[in-house]
């Protein structure tokens, strides 16, 4: 079975510092792999998603993320954040040839302005 | 475009009570996920339709845990009788199709509905 570990359950940044955010994956076999956001009082969506090719891939709003296959991570970072970016965000992966979606835990991020 | 439906937004029930939630998937989207999410904690799939197929329901509590899809658009979830530890955010999910169906490497993008939020007391 598939598991998603996020390590940084609540990270508290100012604005227009730095996010690197941990994602660990484990599953023996290959994987896609997506960060999902939510705002306040919003409903879950999509920010990036990888499933081939070069392993630095760029979503929405300026966020990217950097597979790391001998790592099984999958890091979002951000070089510089707003106060905008306040949400939780989940790293989720799923196994090649299956739909649903397999979350971590998440990650609460306060951006302070 | 309009997104996925949910409704009741809200819902507060005793322990050993039944209730049941409603999602409308986003016009033509074949597969409906339902997923619950406790406090803290990341979504989890309880239930996966095809039309109105079961995917995947290995993760459903069927003791107390129902879904249906009758007709291929609109689905329930129903918990009956409730217990305290259900008490969580049930969120409906909804794709254009499953990858054995397009192949390669393709997704379609999972679109989620606002939930709703059960408290069992």
């Known amino acids: 079975a598939q598991s998603v570990s996020q390590h940084n359950h609540h990270v508290i940044l100012s604005e227009a510092a730095s996010l690197e955010l941990g994602c660990n994956y484990s599953?023996?076999?290959?994987?896609?792999l997506f960060w999902y956001v939510q705002y306040p009082g919003q409903h879950l969506q999509l920010l990036l998603k990888y499933f081939s090719g070069d392993p630095l891939v760029k979503g929405i709003k300026g966020f990217e993320a950097e597979f790391i296959k001998s790592k099984f991570s999958f890091n979002l970072r951000k070089p510089s954040v707003q106060w905008s970016d306040t949400a939780e965000y989940f790293c989720?992966?799923?196994?090649?040839?299956?739909?649903?979606?397999?979350f971590g835990s998440g990650t609460r991020l306060q951006v302070q302005p | 475009e309009a997104g996925v439906a949910q409704s009741p937004r809200y819902k507060i029930i005793e322990k050993r009570q039944s209730v049941a939630f409603w999602c409308n998937p986003i016009?033509?989207?074949?597969?409906l996920y339902w997923y619950q999410q406790i406090l803290g904690q990341g979504p989890k799939l309880l239930i996966q339709f095809q039309n109105n197929g079961v995917v995947d329901d290995s993760q459903l509590p069927k003791d107390r845990f129902s879904a249906e899809r009758l007709k291929g658009v609109d689905s329930t979830l129903k918990i009956q009788p409730a217990k305290l530890e259900d008490s969580a955010v049930y969120l409906c999910?909804?794709?254009?199709?499953?990858?054995?169906?397009?192949?390669?490497?393709?997704?379609?993008?999972?679109?989620f509905g606002p939930g709703t939020r059960l408290t069992v007391l």
């Open positions: 599953y023996g076999g290959t994987v896609n």
């Open positions: 999910a909804s794709s254009l199709s499953t990858p054995g169906t397009s192949g390669g490497e393709s997704y379609n993008e999972q679109f």
């Open positions: 989720a992966v799923n196994a090649r040839g299956r739909r649903a979606l397999t």
């Open positions: 016009s033509g989207h074949a597969t």
